[in-house]
Structure formats: structure tokens, C-alpha cells
């Protein structure tokens, strides 16, 4: 099992300078894969991370029969020519976005598979906002044996076996849930008006490539989305959007080490909660339309934060937020409302002498001069990522146990921050 060495400390000048370049986001690139079931003609990806998530989502449509290259950050992914239609455990198990193949094989072939999905566990984040949409629009769908088996009937209903246009309101905010009745909405007949729906820019982007692809949506970005189906999909070349989590925890660990960085290949409008609590905490952030840079001299000043829903602060920059109020000047309180256990993080930065107390869905964070590295061990993605930053404003050694959780969510990050000149160094 791999590991990170990691050998920190704030140093003149900074620990951290130069430039980096920002990979595709995860959270745009695996729906935008599993639209490719929508259509039988290739749909062609550029900007796509090399990421072990994306991997696994290539391989549950590559045993679909779908015939997938790759050349770099390019993936081609031709799905004229299925012979299954199951998202078997084994591959669903280690990746919770493997339920966005639901929607595009129900609207597509009528019929669909797909075990009850696995991921983070971070807390529950049920599936009924997925099957309750899909049954508005006509599907039949049980649950049997750890399988979501899903079927669009022959009745009145859908005297044409496809899914029909339906108003849905969703009870709470759900991403994938969204970008799995949008796509499904795609080919249905009729009207699909989705409320409450999720406005991250991921979903922007799936319904930009959509809509590449001839789909008819309106009102994405918003939290009225409506989508007219359409007959069928086409084919079509389409650029992934850059990782806003990327970019963020990269200005976090320079807003945590210290140092003077310019990140490329980025969408700063995406990043206005992230970029306004760093400059918050004392770091200078300019920008340009696809450039970021961020220097910080001082050492950072405690920041409050709140996670909701976008464009409010991402839940997934909050352990990386967490790691820069430890070693911060003043105390922090950070309330998590998305995920009911996503504080796994805060007893692995407590190794490395962090002051941290939880009371419920709130940790209050006291500020240390200085952190000294430890071993720890990595619970999640945004865990691991939090574990880095600390690692490298600490001082000392910190070694980084269960790293397969970072390489779901960071390309070779390892690589990025040595570049940066951080001490970082990956163990077999």
C-alpha cells in the first residue's frame, strides 16, 4: 500500500511558489462519461482527469460494451453497440457516481441494472431522489438483492416504452440526483420540469455537453431546469470544465504554507465562496479568466464558514479549511450541514497537534502556532487533501497512510506540489 512523506514548515518566503496547472473536475468528467449511454454515435472528451474515479467509470461502461480510448486527457467513448446493461457491485461498490449510468440506460434502452452504489463514507446519501424522479416519468423500479432493477412498461402509460416529461420537485438538494433526471429527461417524451434542482457548475457543464449533443434544456444554473425531450443524441467534442475542488485546495495549502502561486486552467468565477474566506484569512488572490494567483506571507487568520449548497461554501473544501484554521491566528467555528460524518479528518490533524473540538455538526477550531509532523491515515478524498495541506505547513516529517482515497479525486498531486517545491515524496 502507497503512502506520502511529506516534510513541512513554513518557510521565508514561502513553501510553496512557481505554477500549476489545474487538471478537469472529477465531479463534471464522470456524469459527462455516463451521458455517452445516451447517444449511439462517439462522444469525444477533452481536459479529462487521470484519476482512479474515472478509471473505474471507463471500466463499468467499457464491460457494458462500450469501446472507450484513451490518449492522455482525451477519452473517446463509442456506446453504439451495448451487450449489458448492469452496473455490476464490484465495480459500483468503490465509486458512488456509478449510479449516474441509471437515467441514460433507462432513457435509452428502457431497461436498467445498477447495484445500490458505495463511495466516501462520509454519511448517508440516499437514492430515493433518483428513483422517486424516475418513476414520475413512468419507470417500474424495485429494489432486489443490493440491485436498483429499473424497467419502463408497455401500459397506457408509455405506449411507446419511453420514459414521459414530469414535473418533479425533489425534497432536498441533490447533484447526482439532478444530473440523473436531467439526462434521463433527455430522450423522454414531453416536458420535464425539475425543481429544487442542484445549480453546481458540474451541472452546468453536463447540460452545456448535453446540449452539444442535442438535448433541449433550459434554466441550468438555476434551480428550475427544464429539458424537452428529444427523439435522439448525437455525437460531439466537448472540453471538460477545470476541478474547482482542485483549485481550491491548491490556494488553501499556499494560504496554509505560505508562498506566491499561479494556477492555470481554472474557472475562477466557480471558486467566489473559497476565494472570499481566503482573503479573509489574509491571503492576496487575483484573477484573470483562466488564471488564478494567490500569495500569502503571514500567517493565516482564523476563518468561520458554513458549508450549503452552491454557490454557497462547497462541502468538499471544508476539511481542507479545517487543516488551514489549525494552524491559523484565533479560533474558527465550521458548521457542516451537507454530510452528518464529515469530521473523520479532524482526529488525524489532532495527531499533529491541531486543537480541535466537535460538538455536533460544528467543530470549533483553536488555532496553533506550529503543527509537528506525525503518521496519520487518510478517511475520504477531501480528508486526504486536508491531511496534505497540514503536512506541508507542519513541521517535521508527516506520513500519509491510505492514499488510494486522493488519488480518486487529485492527479498525481504529489507530482504538482513537489513542482511547487514542497517536500512530498510518494512510499511503496
Avoid at 166 to 179: F, S
Wanted: aromatic share 2%; charged share 20%.
Amino acid at each position: 500500500m502507497q503512502k506520502l512523506s511529506i516534510r513541512g514548515g513554513r518557510k521565508a518566503g514561502g513553501a510553496l511558489n512557481g505554477t500549476v496547472r489545474i487538471s478537469g473536475a472529477k465531479n463534471a468528467a464522470l456524469p459527462i462519461i455516463s451521458a455517452a449511454l445516451l447517444t449511439a454515435e462517439p462522444l469525444n472528451l477533452t481536459n479529462v482527469p487521470k484519476l482512479n474515479d474515472i478509471g473505474t467509470m471507463a471500466k463499468l461502461l467499457a464491460q457494458m460494451g462500450v469501446v472507450i480510448k484513451r490518449d492522455g486527457e482525451s477519452l473517446s467513448l463509442d456506446a453504439a453497440n451495448l451487450t449489458d446493461k448492469t452496473a455490476p457491485y464490484d465495480l459500483v461498490k468503490t465509486m458512488r457516481a456509478s449510479i449516474l449510468v441509471l437515467g441514460p440506460l433507462l432513457a435509452r434502452f428502457g431497461e436498467a441494472k445498477v447495484s445500490l452504489p458505495g463511495g466516501c463514507a462520509i454519511g448517508a446519501r440516499p437514492v430515493d431522489l433518483h428513483i422517486k424522479g424516475l418513476q414520475a416519468m413512468g419507470a417500474a423500479i424495485r429494489i432486489e438483492a443490493g440491485y436498483i432493477l429499473a424497467l419502463v412498461p408497455n401500459p397506457e402509460r408509455n405506449p411507446r416504452g419511453k420514459l414521459q416529461g414530469a414535473r418533479i420537485r425533489m425534497d432536498t438538494v441533490t447533484v447526482t440526483g439532478t444530473e440523473n433526471l436531467m439526462m434521463a429527461a433527455c430522450l423522454a417524451e414531453g416536458t420535464t420540469i425539475l425543481e429544487n434542482a442542484a445549480r453546481e457548475p458540474e451541472v452546468v457543464d453536463l447540460a452545456d455537453c448535453l446540449i452539444a449533443m442535442g438535448a433541449d434544456i433550459v434554466g441550468h444554473g438555476t434551480d428550475t431546469i427544464t429539458i424537452v425531450g428529444v427523439e435522439k443524441l448525437h455525437g460531439s467534442n466537448y472540453a471538460v470544465m477545470p476541478d474547482r475542488i482542485e483549485a481550491g485546495t491548491f490556494l488553501v495549502a499556499v494560504a496554509a504554507a505560505g508562498g506566491d502561486v499561479t494556477l492555470t486552467n481554472v474557472a475562477p468565477k466557480t471558486l467566489d465562496a473559497v476565494v472570499d474566506k481566503l482573503r479573509e484569512s489574509g491571503a492576496t488572490i487575483t484573477a484573470t479568466n483562466n488564471t488564478m494567483r494567490v500569495i500569502a506571507s503571514a500567517r493565516p487568520k482564523a476563518i468561520s464558514l458554513k458549508t450549503a449548497p452552491y454557490p454557497a461554501f462547497p462541502t468538499d473544501m471544508q476539511a481542507q479549511f479545517i487543516a488551514l484554521n489549525a494552524i491559523a491566528e484565533g479560533t474558527a467555528i465550521v458548521t457542516e450541514t451537507i454530510f452528518e460524518n464529515r469530521f473523520m479528518h479532524v482526529q488525524e490533524l489532532v495527531r499533529l497537534g491541531a486543537k480541535i473540538d466537535i460538538e455536533g455538526n460544528t467543530a470549533i477550531v483553536h488555532g496553533q502556532a506550529k503543527l509537528t509532523g506525525a503518521a496519520v491515515m487518510a478517511t475520504d478524498l477531501r480528508a486526504s487533501a486536508s491531511l496534505v495541506i497540514a503536512g506541508i505547513a507542519a513541521e517535521g516529517e508527516t506520513i500519509i497512510d491510505r492514499i488510494y482515497h486522493l488519488d480518486r479525486g487529485y492527479d498525481h498531486i504529489e507530482a504538482k506540489l513537489s513542482a511547487l517545491g514542497a517536500d512530498i515524496t510518494r512510499l511503496d
